[in-house]
């Protein structure tokens, strides 16, 4: 906050003149003197009156003649004669005149910087830098009002009175404080208690140091007062100096200790390894700090010791590895045990060699944490899984070798899935990636409207199983696709059309929400060319029901479809895909409880497009022969993996 200074030398004081009224009276008649009489009048005779009046008149005529006179002598806005600022007459000049003629007099300090100086060092701060200013028209006003018209006039009668105006000064403190602070952080130097250091790969104790500090309130005090008096000297910093908390005979008793220390190695084990750290590396991560009792102790610079053995020991963490399950008839069974994991804690290490130094130890056990699995395979009872909730079922006769092959290998990675409390089931995530890497075949798809050979010809078996599974569940269903077109292996076993679902990794996938307190377990199963999707949790006393399939429209298939095939003989025709019409068809789902009362009502709708029946034919021996075209509207394609059949239909 700025404040306003004056200049303290060459402040005066004014003297204010009074007057006072006293009360008439008659002096007395002195016995053997001469006689005198105050011939006053009487107060409260007309001629006394009068007599004041006109006293009192003639009085304001002087005033304001003087006064008009002295407004004469020095207009308004002009400084009265003989008025001094810092040495310099500004009497008898306009305030700009004599603002002007103060700034250009004082120009030669203003202009060139302070000297602050400590030992070797200067700093050369302006006028500005220090939050300082000369306020020349606040200065030139305060002299224009110290006299007034009739005090000009006696100046004027009887001589000049030569007076000091004080130079008025804007001086933020704060900054100057700031100014000073930052030469504080230059300079100062904090006391240094004895410490360790490596010369010639020998580790020794430096002498203790004792600090500076620059007496800030003291600098403060000189720049102002240089300020005011408008001194060119330079500024001498001054300082003291502190001592530290403990000194060299504080750290005698630490040799020995020291010594003992780097004598030879320290040795880290875990189980069947062990790792070695050599006196030299040591030394440098040695360090003297005051400990709880009030003495200088040898201890570990923590930070630094931990990034090396962090590096020297990056290998011993390993995850906790859950229990594979599966039911075992009247309750959830371990097919692999648990296993608990290790996480390495390498600040725990590191207190361990302080200890173990202090004690004489020079061997310590890795500390680390035990991570426990989430599914521990001696507390699977912990899982809440109580029972059969659900079933699903599909038939696949009649497929191809390598569509069950791959419905066997997908059916695989999805058994023994275990489904957390309060989340959502991803048939996608739970089976992996589809590729020949991972163990699936090729088989009939279809893509841009032909049926080709693709990996993972068949998965859509089993996400549609499991989609079964999940509907009778009575559990939320949020991610559902049907295929693109009726597909023929999904009504086999006398399902209903519109109780499929299609996955095509990584854009469809299905999924459904265990919103149970308990997890769930899927277990899957191939036989006599069926599968069964069956899930395991907790007893919800739901009843699942589903309704009569609605259908709201259908649509005839296109005409066939030939595509010319050279593997095959002239004239040799095989129909790879079968007709199917286009319908638009809605499957309810009630799920109700123990009371009768509705927990969720879903309908699943879908859209199926009209499909052609497409033949493979071979080649035409005629020349003049064409390649059949295909009819519009042959159908969309479904974006989806579908299983398909060389001799019958085929579908997702």
């Known amino acids: 906050m700025g404040m ?16 006072t009224q006293g009360t008439a009276e008659f002096a007395p008649v002195r016995a053997g003197g001469s006689r005198g009489v105050l011939d006053f009048p009487v107060l409260g005779s007309t001629s006394f009156q009068i007599t004041i009046a006109v006293t009192t008149a003639v009085f304001l005529l002087v005033t304001i003649g003087m006064a008009a006179l002295g407004r004469e002598i020095y207009p308004e ?44 060092q200067v700093w050369e701060p302006s006028m500005a830098e220090l939050g300082a200013e000369f ?32 130079l008025r000064l804007s001086l933020d403190e704060a900054r100057l404080r700031e100014y000073v602070q930052s030469i504080a952080l230059e300079t100062n130097v904090s006391p240094q208690v004895p410490q360790l250091s490596i010369v010639d790969d020998r580790l020794s104790i430096t002498d203790a140091r004792n600090g500076i500090e620059i007496e800030q309130a003291a600098l403060v ?31 005698e008793s630490l040799r020995a200790l020291i010594d003992s220390t780097l004598s030879e190695p320290l040795t880290i084990w875990f189980e069947d390894r062990s790792w070695s750290i050599q006196p030299q590396n040591l030394a440098e991560f040695l360090t003297l700090s005051p400990g709880e009792s009030g003495q200088m102790e040898l201890v570990f610079h923590h930070d630094p010791i931990v990034n090396y053995l962090s590096s020297m020991i990056d290998d011993v963490n390993r995850p906790a590895q859950n229990a594979r399950v599966a039911w075992g008839g009247s ?3 371990a097919t ?28 310590v056990e890795l500390a680390y944490n035990v991570t426990r699995p989430a ?65 699936y075949q090729e088989a009939f798809v279809i893509e841009a409207e032909a049926t080709v050979e693709g990996v993972g010809g068949g998965v859509c078996q089993v996400s549609t199983t499991a989609f079964r599974a999940a509907f ?35 854009d469809l996938d299905f999924k459904f929400v265990n919103s149970t307190d308990s997890y769930m377990l899927v277990h899957t199963h191939v036989a006599d060319g069926q599968l069964y999707v069956n899930l395991y949790g907790p007893d919800l006393g739901y009843d699942v029901k589903m309704g009569e399939p609605v259908i709201s429209s259908e649509t005839d298939p296109p005409g066939d479809v030939e595509i010319i095939d050279d593997s095959l003989a002239p004239g040799e025709r095989r129909r790879v895909e079968e007709a199917r019409p286009g319908l638009e068809i809605t499957l309810p789902r009630t799920v109700t409880n123990r009371n009768g009362e509705v927990v969720r009502q879903d309908y699943f709708y879908s859209n199926f497009q009209p499909w052609a029946n497409r033949y493979r034919v071979g080649p035409s021996t005629s020349p003049d022969a064409q390649a059949p075209e295909e009819p519009p509207g042959a159908g969309e394609p479904s974006g989806d993996i579908i299983e398909g059949d060389e001799s019958e239909s085929s579908g997702g």
């Open 4 to 19: 306003q200074h004056a200049h303290p030398d060459q402040s005066q004081m004014r003297t204010s003149q009074s007057t």
């Open 77 to 120: 806005g002009t400084v009265p004669a003989g008025v001094m600022v810092a040495g310099i007459d500004i009497g008898e000049h306009s305030n700009g005149d004599a603002a002007s003629r103060l700034e250009q007099q004082l120009s030669g300090y203003t202009d060139q910087p302070f000297q602050i100086v400590w030992e070797d």
């Open 135 to 166: 306020n020349y028209l606040q200065t030139v006003e305060h002299a224009r009002r110290s006299e007034s018209p009739i005090q000009r006039v006696q100046t004027r009668l009887f001589g000049e009175d030569e007076r000091s105006i004080p």
């Open 221 to 251: 005090q000189s720049i102002t007062d240089s300020l005011f008096n408008l001194s060119s000297s330079s500024i001498q910093v001054s300082h003291q100096e502190t001592e530290p908390a403990f000194t060299d005979s504080d750290v």
């Open 331 to 333: 309750g959830v069974v």
């Open 336 to 363: 692999s045990p648990s296993q608990n994991g290790v996480e390495r804690d390498l600040y725990a290490t590191v207190a361990r060699l302080e200890e173990a130094v202090k004690n004489g130890e020079r061997s």
């Open 375 to 439: 599914i521990d395979s001696n507390n699977l009872h912990e899982l809440g899984i109580d029972g059969l909730m659900s079933q699903g079922q599909s038939a696949f006769w009649n497929s191809v070798p390598s569509r069950v092959h791959n419905i066997q290998v997908s059916a695989g990675y999805l058994d023994g899935t275990l489904i957390p409390p309060g989340t959502e089931f991803s048939f996608n995530r739970a089976i992996g990636e589809i590729s020949i890497e991972r163990g």
């Open 472 to 506: 009778f569940s009575g559990l939320p269903i949020t991610e559902r696709h049907p295929h693109a077109y009726i597909v023929g292996y999904y009504e086999q076993g006398d399902w209903p059309l519109g109780f499929d679902a299609a996955i095509f990794q990584p």
